[in-house]
């Protein structure tokens, strides 16, 4: 343990005599910090964790980061996966219940209101890794907090589900703080002890451990349908930009995978560019009286299609 750290023990004894308690601890490496997190957690101060590669001014849920036009569009995206869910049998024992539903649709990066806790502080270790080796050099930071402090802030609500069948949540052991009032969003990481340290990049057996790759028939049903949604994205980007994206059948080698489900995590959009465009030329109208042929360089990003046509 790094001498810069005070000893939990004394610590809780100024809690009790009065004394402000020590928000910021420093350790010199990650491992360190996890440790000091269980320190944390043995010694009843903590029992929640967050871990983020930077430490921000305010902890703030996705929907709350965007201007008013990314908000308008979150809500849209949320509403219509609450209305999926609450339709479609495999989503049965969630239907009705709008809340764990938002948490399902945080969980699986659709912007809410909520932000995700764990009660493994090797989780939170997890997620403030970096997965680039530029990024290394940052300060990452794993925040704990008392689920009984939590409960005492109006501003704030925590929601645990159901993870019989979302194997990755239950790996993750993850649950859901709502926030309730974003004029009081600065009380969370007031409340909270944070621990700085080193970022460090994400192994890959944490990888697997936090985004397990075998998934259950309910993960796989909701995957299809939030890459159905990211590929009607893209689409109507095109469907805005006037011009008439056309594919041809014969040259079009991912035209019979729209019948299976994929295995594959949402990244697949960056790299399985076969689902949307063909590997040679695309033919683009900008009219009903013109054509002319663009040739997208195979490994294109999809994201980036439509940044080329501009």
Known sequence: MDAIAVDIGAEQAGTETGVEMVRDHYLGSADKALAFCHRLAKAG????????????????PSLLRGNDVQRKKA????????????????????????????????????????????TDPG?????????????SE????????????????PAFALHEIDVANLWRLKAQQGLFLE???????????????????????????????????RKSA?????????????????????????????????????VARWRAIPEFDPSWMNWETGWVFQDDDEVISPGPDSRRRVALPRGLLIRDAFDRLE
Not at 45 to 60: N, S, V
Not at 81 to 109: D, K, L
């Open 45 to 60: 101060m903590a029992d929640l964790f967050r871990g983020q590669t930077k430490d921000w001014p305010t902890i703030t």
């Open 75 to 118: 809500v849209t995206i949320l509403t219509q996966f609450i209305e999926w869910a609450n339709a479609v049998p495999q989503m049965g024992r969630y239907r009705g219940n709008n809340q764990q539903i938002t948490a399902i649709a945080q969980h699986y990066g659709i912007p809410t209101s909520y932000l995700d806790l764990t």
């Open 123 to 135: 989780t939170a270790a997890a997620f403030a890794a970096v997965s680039n080796e530029n990024e």
């Open 138 to 153: 940052e300060q990452a930071v794993i925040y704990c907090f008392k689920r009984d402090d939590l409960k005492e802030l």
């Open 179 to 213: 926030v309730l009032s974003e004029t009081d969003v600065e009380l969370l990481r007031a409340s909270a002890i944070r621990v700085h340290f080193p970022a460090r990049l994400l192994r890959e057996d944490e990888r697997r451990t936090i985004y397990p790759p």
């Open 218 to 254: 309910l993960e796989i049903v909701i995957d299809q349908w939030a890459y159905r949604h990211m590929i009607g994205d893209v689409l109507n980007r095109f469907a805005r930009s006037g011009y008439q994206l056309m594919i041809r059948r014969y040259t079009y080698p991912g």
